[in-house]
């Protein structure tokens, strides 16, 4: 079992920069993959980023790559999403999720836990 807690989010202006948090409880932290996905209001939950279990290896959705960074710290139980280069089109609510699946899980079906979700605003 593990619990996740998102912290973070925030009303920013296009062009800036929010680093958002997760913590989670539960020894086995290191033994799950993590992942970061974001919902907009109308639209699908969708993938945004991954931090391997194996080697914290990232990846990271098309959409992001180049403007987010995912990181992990596994003696602290925490990943982290530092986004940079915010568009109105990053607005969303963003969730933090674990998969105990091996290799890149990037699909909403891979992830057993969630977090409750931190809000995202991103202005013109």
């Known amino acids: 079992q593990v619990q996740l807690v998102e912290s973070g989010g925030g009303l920013v202006q296009a062009g800036g920069s929010l680093r958002l948090s997760c913590a989670a409880s539960?020894?086995?932290?290191?033994?799950?993959?993590m992942g970061w996905f974001r919902q907009a209001p109308g639209k699908e939950r969708e993938f945004v980023a991954g931090?391997?279990?194996?080697?914290?290896?990232?990846y990271y959705a098309d959409s992001v790559k180049g403007r987010f960074t995912a990181s992990r710290d596994n003696a602290k139980n925490t990943v982290h999403l530092q986004m940079n280069s915010l568009k109105p089109e990053d607005t969303a609510v963003y969730y933090c999720?674990?998969?105990?699946?091996?290799?890149?899980?990037?699909?909403?079906?891979?992830?057993?836990?969630w977090g409750q979700g931190t809000q995202v605003t991103v202005s013109s």
């Open positions: 539960g020894r086995t932290f290191s033994s799950y993959s």
């Open positions: 931090i391997r279990r194996s080697d914290a290896g990232t």
């Open positions: 999720a674990a998969s105990p699946a091996a290799g890149f899980p990037d699909g909403v079906r891979w992830f057993d836990y």
